[in-house]
């Protein structure tokens, strides 16, 4: 094995050490299934590599959450959501320990927005991917970016009982 | 500023954490499948082109193997820690890339696999980063050859899967024994902290090897949601009819690999043996004190279903190959979880003694 390759496969264990959880997360937020949301985790490294080893690649994380995101795209194009968020709420509630904040509703407000609100919001706050990113994972402007999440927040706000 | 809540609400979602075992399990998934494909540089960038010019191919490979020929065949017999094994590798990869039908892809694979095995073999006393290095490369042969069978064409599907059946069963018997002899090394804390990892590593492979299994019978490896269709799957799994058209669709809806009728009665025998391997190794576990509630869970879906295979061999009539399938999908999930169960019963164990 080259040390060329040596490097590469280094590198690519430390982006999973960095990256699986967020992805995992991710995908869960976006599925509702913890099983289904690791098998696309796992799904999406493999592929990865396949691409990586062939072509230089600028930027691995955006190319991780690009092939994620298609992987949950035909998941939903194949299947209707078999579990929802409101389903999972208590596991994901659970999961949590110790938090201040009202999270059982945040999921449940989640799962009213709009799909594409939905995954911009997720992948800002979430997996704290920058505007640009994010712009080019949805074939958005970065305008429209920002507008969309200005927009989510505030439809959040407004479905939130008060 | 309400704005400013939401963000912080969201960002706490962010606390949510992955499973810690199967993070674990990915990476090593992952390190095996990398290992698998640096044996193979460049496979799918070249396969177009060397279709083409496959003669030329051939032809200077035989050069170079000619020229390199006294150093290969020295170092057929390497082990890990010398210095003719990268030669002993890059061999097997080229006789990888002159081999171009799918069913001679296969038995290449397997004998690397088989190679990866016989090197295990030699190096028990040997630091055991050895032996799991050796193990990583034979779970991404596993891991190839159930890639290649899972995207097999439906041109002879019950040859190749038997054959790559029978050989993964092989392997896992010589696992197996692997395993009950690293067992027995009980001196001291160093030795006894080396057994452990030598058999998590065993185990894994094993695991890997009982997956490559389901995957030449065509069954799909999301465990839960496939268990949750299993009616439907075996509804789609019923022996096709003969045809083009048939086998085509076979192929699309993604159903299971037809077996021969013949290869029943066998199949049987293999189900009984795997639920009674299972059942001892449940057993064996059993008697352990310090189980986790995880453990116990693997335990009791393992005896779950393990009930399930025992029940569709008693229902299943000789001829019904779906319903055998079934079984022995039962009994392959079963293995697999005891597997699991075994592996998690490991590695607390080893964390503690490494307090």
Redesign the interface.
């Known amino acids: 094995?080259s040390r060329t390759?040596s490097v590469a496969?280094a590198k690519?264990?430390e982006a999973?050490?960095a990256l699986?959880?967020?992805l995992?997360?991710h995908a869960?937020?976006r599925v509702g299934s913890?099983?289904?949301a690791?098998?696309m985790?796992?799904e999406t490294?493999?592929r990865a590599?396949?691409s990586y080893?062939?072509r230089d690649v600028d930027n691995l994380r955006a190319l991780l959450y690009r092939i994620l995101h298609n992987l949950i795209v035909d998941h939903y194009r194949k299947n209707r959501p078999q579990v929802s968020l409101d389903e999972v709420e208590d596991t994901?509630v659970a999961?949590?320990?110790g938090?201040i904040?009202?999270?059982p509703q945040?999921?449940k407000l989640l799962a009213q927005l709009p799909e594409i609100w939905r995954q911009v919001?997720?992948w800002?706050?979430?997996d704290?991917l920058p505007a640009a990113d994010i712009a080019k994972l949805s074939g958005k402007s970065t305008a429209n970016v920002y507008v969309i999440i200005h927009r989510a927040?505030r439809e959040?706000?407004r479905l939130a009982p008060r | 500023m309400?704005?400013s809540d939401?963000?912080?609400?969201?960002?706490?979602?962010?606390?949510?954490?992955?499973?810690r075992g199967?993070?674990d399990g990915?990476?090593a998934?992952?390190?095996a499948?990398?290992v698998s494909?640096?044996l193979l540089?460049?496979e799918?960038?070249i396969s177009h082109q060397f279709r083409l010019a496959t003669p030329l191919a051939a032809a200077l490979t035989a050069l170079l193997l000619i020229m390199v020929g006294a150093t290969g065949v020295a170092a057929q017999h390497s082990l890990p820690h010398e210095v003719l094994y990268?030669v002993k590798l890059a061999v097997e990869r080229v006789e990888l890339a002159v081999t171009l039908g799918r069913t001679e892809r296969v038995q290449i694979r397997l004998k690397h696999a088989d190679a990866r095995l016989a090197e295990v073999g030699q190096l028990t006393d040997r630091p055991p980063e050895l032996v799991v290095g050796a193990l990583a490369r034979y779970e991404g042969e596993v891991v190839a050859t159930s890639k290649l069978v899972s995207d097999a064409s439906i041109d002879q599907p019950s040859t190749l899967s038997d054959i790559v059946r029978k050989r993964l069963v092989r392997q896992q018997q010589f696992l197996q024994r692997i395993n009950e002899e690293t067992d027995d090394e009980d001196d001291g804390d160093e030795q006894r902290k080396h057994s452990l990892i030598k058999r998590v590593a065993v185990m894994r492979a094993l695991k890997a090897s009982s997956e490559g299994e389901l995957a030449s019978l065509g069954v799909e490896l999301?465990?839960?949601?496939s268990e949750a269709n299993s009616t439907a799957d075996e509804v789609k799994a019923k022996p096709p009819e003969s045809g083009p058209d048939a086998a085509e669709s076979l192929y699309t809806t993604g159903a299971a690999i037809p077996l021969p009728p013949n290869q029943i009665t066998d199949l049987v025998v293999e189900v009984e043996m795997k639920v009674d391997e299972a059942r001892g190794r449940a057993a064996r576990l059993e008697a352990e004190d310090d189980r986790s509630p995880k453990l116990n869970k693997a335990l009791m879906k393992a005896e779950q279903r393990i009930a399930e295979a025992r029940n569709r061999l008693s229902e299943a009539s000789p001829n019904d190959a779906a319903a055998m399938r079934s079984a022995y999908r039962r009994a392959l999930k079963a293995y697999q979880l005891e597997l699991e169960a075994d592996i998690s019963a490991s590695e607390p164990s080893r964390r503690r003694r490494d307090k």
């Not at chain 2, 939401?6 to 979602?13: D, E, F």
């Not at chain 2, 999301?222 to 949601?225: D, F, I, T």
């Open positions: 094995m390759q496969e690519f264990l999973y050490d699986a959880q967020p995992w997360r869960y937020y913890r099983e289904l690791e098998d985790v796992s490294f493999t590599w396949d080893r062939e994901l999961s949590v320990p938090s904040y009202d999270l945040l999921p919001l997720l800002r706050f979430v704290d927040l959040l706000r | 309400w704005f939401y963000r912080t609400k969201l960002s706490n979602l962010r606390q949510l954490p992955a499973r199967w993070l990915t990476r998934q992952l390190a499948y990398i494909r640096s540089p460049g799918h960038r990268p999301l465990p839960e949601q």
